[in-house]
């Protein structure tokens, strides 16, 4: 079943007697911090345990230090099962000398059949599993031109709070103290500046895959105010990557970044 889009949706799940069981003061209360990610379902002793069932989080992937080779190969092997020429004109990349030839963050990748890969930048494991996946199965949907937070795309509400450990609050950590975050995002990494976007200081688009652009919008520390980071898809993104592998894409686009900042002296 698909999990709940909005704390509406939530709400409407809950007997809405506000009995307090939960420690919160009013169903929609506890609603609001399920969709925040700060309590869960389960806690709320009145709903059935079927419903809980039916919502409950997919099982976590592992974490980013513990990936291994295993899945690569597994989608590797995917690869020489499929057409590449057909692959490379469904997602918008090219078909050369049997090799499908894709953009990554604006540079060229070729893969061919046997999954050996030609490149001149490195990206780790967890940035390959979504472009392995993007070729097996992404839709080569256009982007929509409307931005959503990864809460928004399907199944975002499960992976929510895995998705801001080690993503999004990864990355605002990173901007918080590496001065040259967004210079790196837009000289190594081909992000384009744009229109500050939702009052944001900063605001820049990177294209990690053909069709998959993801905002960046900072919010700069003020005033005794936290600074803030929120990555923004379009709205198709989710048809052209599960949200297993954006989840995937985010988290080694942070600890990509994190490394850098590091390899320089500010971690
Ligand atoms: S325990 Fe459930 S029914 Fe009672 S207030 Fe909390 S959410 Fe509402």
Redesign the pocket.
């Known amino acids: 079943m698909q999990a709940p889009q909005t704390i509406m949706d939530i709400f409407k799940l809950?007997?809405?007697?506000?009995?307090?069981?939960?420690?919160?003061?009013?169903?929609l209360?506890?609603?609001a911090a399920v969709f925040q990610g700060r309590r869960s379902l389960e806690?709320?002793?009145?709903?059935p345990r079927d419903i809980v069932r039916s919502f409950r989080k997919p099982s976590p992937p592992p974490l980013i230090e513990e990936i291994n080779n295993a899945p690569i190969d597994a989608l590797k092997k995917r690869l020489s099962e499929i057409d590449l020429r057909e692959a490379a004109a469904r997602i918008g990349a090219k078909y050369e000398s049997g090799r499908l030839i894709i953009r990554i963050f604006g540079k060229e990748f070729g893969f061919d059949a046997t999954g050996a890969i030609t490149t001149d930048i490195h990206v780790n494991h967890w940035v390959l599993i979504p472009v392995l996946t993007h070729i097996l199965e992404g839709k080569g949907v256009p982007p929509a031109g409307r931005w959503v937070p990864f809460r928004e795309l399907e199944g975002g509400m499960a992976w929510l709070g895995l998705y801001e450990q080690q993503g999004e609050k990864v990355l605002r950590k990173v901007a918080d103290t590496y001065p040259d975050l967004f210079r790196d995002m837009i000289e190594m990494f081909n992000g384009k500046r744009v229109e500050n976007l939702y009052e944001a200081d900063i605001s820049l688009v990177l294209n990690p895959l053909p069709l998959f652009p993801i905002l960046v919008c900072y919010w700069m520390p003020e005033e005794g105010m936290a600074s803030s980071l929120t990555l923004f898809f379009d709205k198709g993104a989710d048809q052209n990557l599960d949200i297993q592998a954006i989840y995937s894409l985010v988290a080694g686009i942070a600890h990509m970044f994190e490394k850098l900042a590091a390899r320089h002296g500010f971690s």
Not at 14 to 27: I, M, P, V, W
Not at 43 to 47: I, S
């Open positions: 809950l007997n809405k007697t506000n009995c307090r069981k939960c420690n919160e003061k009013t169903c209360a506890f609603a806690e709320c002793p009145e709903l």
